[in-house]
């Protein structure tokens, strides 16, 4: 499992979803059991016997790689959701993008036990959205124990961004 090649399973598509961007696609990591499964592996061998109370995970592509973790641990799944996706009462955070503003979304319910939770995503670029995210779970009286992303882009710099957070990639690039 050590030498997995994992970039080998990450398709790099130019110029999506604008010129410039080099995006890291992993409907390819999905399409290969062995990456998926070494992926998830990989969460579970970190992640178990952690004290870990809970899996937050970051609209959408979070959750496919949350979602297996969740259930092998056995705990609960929190969702962070794009605005106006939950029907419930929700907390809300507003954050900068390039251009304009977004905003994350959690069901206020699932917060109101304090939990030590890991949070999760796809890729870390700017690391805007997990801020937000751990921001709203932090003032809700839970902790980021950890952010699992399985892709990172340190060059862009979310190091800074997610100061104080513990950050862990099964894979990183840098630059082009
Ligand atoms: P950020 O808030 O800048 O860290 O953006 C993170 C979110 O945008 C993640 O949920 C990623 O799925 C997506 N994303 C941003 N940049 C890329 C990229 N170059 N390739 C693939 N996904 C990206």
Same mark, same amino acid.
């Given at each position: 499992?050590?030498?997995? =090649?994992? !970039?080998? #399973?990450? *398709?790099?598509?130019?110029?999506?979803?604008?010129?410039? /961007?080099?995006?890291? !696609?992993?409907?390819?990591?999905?399409?290969?059991?062995?990456?998926?499964? @070494?992926?998830?592996?990989?969460?579970?061998? %970190? @992640?178990?016997?952690?004290?870990?109370?809970? /899996?937050?995970?970051?609209?959408?592509?979070?959750?496919?790689?949350?979602?297996?973790?969740?259930?092998?641990?056995? &705990?609960?799944?929190?969702?962070? *959701?794009?605005?106006?996706?939950?029907?419930?009462?929700?907390?809300?955070? +507003?954050?900068? &993008?390039? @251009?304009?503003?977004?905003?994350? +979304?959690? #069901?206020?319910? =699932?917060?109101?036990?304090?939990? %030590?939770?890991?949070?999760?995503?796809?890729?870390? $670029?700017?690391?805007?959205?997990?801020? $937000?995210?751990?921001?709203?779970? *932090?003032?809700?009286?839970?902790?980021? +124990?950890?952010?699992?992303?399985?892709?990172? &882009?340190?060059?862009?710099?979310?190091?800074?961004?997610? =100061?104080?957070?513990? /950050? #862990?990639?099964?894979? +990183? @690039? #840098?630059?082009?």
């Amino acid at each position: 499992m050590a030498d997995f =090649d994992l !970039d080998a #399973h990450i *398709r790099k598509v130019p110029d999506f979803p604008k010129p410039g /961007i080099l995006f890291y !696609d992993i409907t390819s990591v999905l399409m290969s059991p062995e990456a998926f499964g @070494y992926c998830v592996d990989a969460m579970i061998e %970190r @992640y178990r016997g952690r004290g870990i109370e809970g /899996i937050a995970a970051i609209d959408a592509r979070g959750f496919l790689f949350a979602a297996p973790l969740a259930r092998e641990l056995k &705990l609960p799944l929190l969702l962070v *959701r794009k605005k106006g996706k939950l029907p419930g009462e929700t907390i809300s955070r +507003e954050f900068e &993008l390039e @251009y304009g503003t977004d905003v994350v +979304e959690m #069901h206020r319910a =699932d917060l109101a036990t304090p939990r %030590r939770l890991l949070l999760v995503d796809d890729l870390i $670029a700017t690391g805007g959205t997990l801020r $937000a995210a751990a921001d709203m779970i *932090r003032e809700s009286g839970s902790t980021v +124990e950890e952010i699992f992303a399985v892709i990172g &882009l340190p060059f862009l710099n979310y190091a800074g961004l997610l =100061d104080g957070i513990d /950050i #862990h990639t099964l894979i +990183e @690039y #840098h630059g082009e």
